[in-house]
């Protein structure tokens, strides 16, 4: 079983010898590796039954860290990182040779970011490693938001979570690649396309990246086990499967038609920011409920809520 700590050093060491450790961000935790260790970053792979075509975002502790595997910084995305990291938005950019094909799965970009959260920015910082984390779960399962959550999908296969608590945004990194210097967004995230509008004076461009290119955006992902179905109105989808052991996820409002103990309600003020940091954390415990369904409000809004509604489609999309 894994260790369970707040030793970065520890940490560190054993990222250092090769070892897979799970580590805490702003946005979620990360199944981590020494970005110049192969059989570390094949074990990535392995550990998450991820398939081979899906590339690794890179975890630096500075700009500086981060421009020595970039070949080149275009001007918009060099402002967005100095207006933005640390925090949770990752840059796509053009890679150098010493970027290892398994991060990127062959591709000639990165996807690079400097992480939001102290134990693993000074462990970033202090050691100068490059780690490659995609989320630390199982591929296609939700995301963990607690090292707890960790230890329970993966903790028979790491050896070591560095427990920073739990993640203060709760939703995955904004994705924005580049064509020159326009910004592209790959997927939405906490950092809104307005804002890196108005950082960058440039409209951001939204098409979907085709799905070989980008295969993180495939349709389903952050899937619980449990079947779940996203409603406009909770009220007439509980009435409609009311013989079924319902659990709901709701936005602001309980139901006066199910029990409190079968529903979660993100955000009780309609706090955006709010919903997001609680949405995995609630699709774990209802997962966990043994509900034969779960019934998941749609979230109003842009930016963040944008984002959410996302994770949520994507939650739902193998049983539509
Ligand atoms: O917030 C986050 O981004 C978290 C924490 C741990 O940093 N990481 C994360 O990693 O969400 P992961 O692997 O679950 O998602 C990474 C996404 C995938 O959709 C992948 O396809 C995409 O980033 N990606 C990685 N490298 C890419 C590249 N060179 N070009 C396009 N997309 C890339
Ligand atoms: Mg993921």
Redesign the pocket.
Known sequence: MAHIGTDWKEAARRLTMGDVVA?P?E?????AADIRCPDALHAIYRIKG?PQH????V?CGSLEQAAQWVRSFPLSARKLAEHFWPG?L?L?LP?TDSVSDI???G?D???I?V?DHPLTLTLLQESGLALA?????PSNYI?PVTAQQVDHMLGDRIGYILDGGRCT?G???T?V?FDGEQPRL??P?PIGPEAVEAVTGLSVLEKE?DAL?????FKK?YSPRTPLILVDDVKEAVLRDRDRRLGLLLYRHRSDLVPDADQIVLSPEGDLEEAARNLYDALHRLDAGGYSLILAEKIPGEGIARAVNDRLVKAAASYE
């Open positions: 580590i961000t946005t979620v935790y990360g199944l991820r899906n590339p690794l975002i975890h949770p990752t796509v890679r991060v990127t799965a591709q970009t990165v996807a970011r992480p984390a995609p989320s630390a779960n995301s945004a939703i995955e990194s994705i690649a790959l997927r995230g990246g290119a980008h295969p993180g955006m992902h």
